[in-house]
């Protein structure tokens, strides 16, 4: 099937593109990534939905209506009355008898819509056989009678968290780096992977200056017996402090290594690269790979391990005054939401979210993604259901069961778009991301609900009895 471009659609469709933003934005249409986002089969739906506005039916709670499941645009369901068409002419009354249409129902639902009115035995065009299905839809679900008490609000919220410890702490870590006579790598961090890949992530940096494939990296971590210390795995700081201890040693034994290589290879230590392995000449393909590179250091006494220790930027702090560094950079981050509030349940859905940060340089993208994901997540979470319950000064919310979790039903896929402005201290200009994800979420919803309704839920988490009571306090005209 052929893809269309927003403006393809509008002019097929008859409408702007304008309103076939509006239909995006309202979760009728899915646009899909590239540059042809939509399908032929959306010409149909945009025309219903045009045809729903000259009718008056609400399209904010037509949208609501149809995410929620309680409602379907039965598109499928012209295929029939366009056979009965070509089949043989049909008239206006047969057409309403088989689709069990009031007759002035569908007379006054396509004058309503600038048809020309008909007598009830004219036979019934083409064009107008496309309106019936949602004649039918008006009809059988009497959504021009329903009160609609959904609303849909845009919300966003902007953060910008610190990575690494406050600059008075003087803050360090070291890594130990060896190149092994099989060719192979070896690094020795104290670092405490949480489960974030901070081990990966050494290995990683380590690979990009010195060539190694990441398989033929070992990284012993955590034990500080066996490794130089790293400090604890807190404050964002890892990245920023054993990977900038990685880059350091990984760096200086490069620039050990670097003139036995050209020694080898007689070329300028300039044109040389570490990659695949091996040290290699540009332009040429000359090259040798590491292990014989390690053996010649040996010969010649050339140290092939090097110990790192990088040392956090520093400053000074008058708490009196409030003037001075506190922290040595800040990740940034915006986040953007739409939900559904339902003022008569107090119910709010996420329909859409979205999650950018300014990383600075991401080291690994998938384990960027997932930590701005994860991040949100768990943000989401306390922001509708998560509350510790005290009661009587015991806390009631001990179990899983009562302590509101969201699981995978209840919101939307995060959509994690990853800034690499470059401006990180970290290493290669990165930032940290562990802990600035969870900042924005609970401020775009509350943002979000307000905009839906017009109130302002000013205590976490936004439950059903919170929201009816800002609503209740503000009025008819919060519903």
């Known amino acids: 099937m052929n893809g269309l471009s927003a403006s393809g659609?509008?002019?097929?469709?008859?409408?702007?593109?304008?309103?076939?933003?509006?239909?995006?934005?309202?979760?009728?249409?899915?646009?899909?990534?590239?540059?042809?986002p939509f399908l032929e089969t959306d010409v149909q739906?945009?025309?219903?939905?045009?045809?729903?506005?000259?009718?008056?039916?609400?399209?904010?709670?037509?949208?609501?209506?149809?995410?929620?499941?309680?409602?379907?645009?039965?598109?499928?369901?012209?295929?029939?009355?366009?056979?009965?068409?070509?089949?043989?002419?049909?008239?206006y009354r047969q057409v309403s008898e088989e689709a069990g249409v009031p007759l002035d129902l569908l007379r006054d639902a396509l004058e309503?819509?600038?048809?020309?009115?008909?007598?009830?035995?004219?036979?019934?065009?083409?064009?107008?056989?496309?309106?019936?299905?949602?004649?039918?839809?008006?009809?059988?679900t009497g959504v021009l009678d329903r009160p609609w008490t959904t609303r849909v609000g845009r919300g966003f919220a902007v953060n910008l968290q610190p990575y690494g410890r406050t600059v008075w702490f003087r803050d360090r870590a070291s890594c130990w780096i060896s190149l092994e006579a099989d060719g192979s790598l070896l690094l020795r961090s104290g670092v405490t992977d949480l489960g974030a890949g901070q081990a990966a992530s050494l290995a990683e940096i380590a690979s990009e200056v010195l060539g190694v494939p990441l398989g033929e990296i070992g990284v012993h971590i955590g034990d500080s017996q066996l490794t130089p210390p790293a400090g604890g795995t807190f404050a964002t700081r890892q990245l920023y402090m054993s990977g900038n201890a990685v880059l350091a040693a990984a760096r200086a034994l490069r620039a050990g290594l670097l003139p036995v290589a050209a020694e080898l290879l007689d070329a300028d230590p300039g044109d040389l690269a570490f990659e695949d392995g091996m040290v290699r000449e540009r332009g040429n393909g000359r090259g040798v790979r590491l292990a014989e590179l390690a053996a010649a250091c040996q010969r010649r006494g050339v140290p092939t391990s090097h110990l790192g220790t990088w040392r956090a930027e520093t400053g000074t702090f008058d708490p009196a005054s409030g003037q001075g560094a506190s922290f040595p950079d800040y990740t940034f981050g915006a986040h953007a939401a739409d939900v559904e509030v339902d003022t008569e349940t107090g119910e709010v859905r996420v329909l859409a979210y979205a999650a950018a940060h300014d990383v600075g340089r991401a080291i690994n993208p998938l384990r960027v993604e997932g930590q701005i994901q994860g991040g949100a997540y768990q943000g989401l979470g306390y922001a509708l259901g998560e509350e510790v319950v005290v009661q009587d000064g015991q806390t009631a919310s001990t179990l899983l069961a009562?302590?509101?979790?969201?699981?995978?039903?209840?919101?939307?896929?995060?959509?994690?778009?990853?800034?690499?402005?470059?401006?990180?201290?970290?290493?290669?200009?990165?930032?940290?991301?562990?802990?600035?994800?969870?900042?924005?979420?609970?401020?775009?919803?509350?943002?979000?609900?307000?905009?839906?309704?017009?109130?302002?839920?000013?205590?976490?988490?936004?439950?059903?009895?919170?929201?009816?009571?800002?609503i209740d306090a503000e009025g008819e005209d919060a519903r």
Not at 27 to 32: M, N, S
Not at 54 to 73: D, K, N, V
Not at 112 to 117: L, N, P
Not at 435 to 455: C, F, L, Y
Request: charge should be negative; include cysteine.
């Open 9 to 36: 659609l509008a002019d097929l469709a008859g409408v702007t593109e304008a309103e076939v933003q509006r239909l995006v934005d309202l979760g009728i249409l899915v646009a899909r990534d590239g540059a042809d």
């Open 45 to 91: 739906k945009v025309r219903l939905a045009a045809a729903c506005e000259q009718a008056g039916l609400p399209m904010e709670g037509i949208a609501s209506a149809i995410r929620a499941g309680r409602l379907s645009f039965a598109f499928l369901e012209a295929a029939p009355f366009r056979r009965w068409a070509v089949r043989s002419a049909r008239t």
């Open 112 to 140: 309503s819509m600038g048809f020309a009115r008909a007598a009830p035995d004219d036979p019934i065009r083409e064009d107008e056989l496309e309106v019936v299905p949602l004649v039918r839809l008006v009809h059988t």
């Open 402 to 470: 009562s302590y509101l979790v969201p699981n995978s039903a209840d919101l939307p896929d995060v959509r994690a778009i990853i800034v690499e402005s470059g401006e990180g201290k970290g290493p290669f200009g990165a930032r940290g991301i562990g802990e600035p994800t969870i900042g924005n979420p609970a401020a775009t919803i509350a943002n979000a609900v307000a905009a839906a309704t017009g109130v302002r839920v000013t205590q976490l988490p936004i439950t059903p009895e919170r929201l009816l009571a800002a």
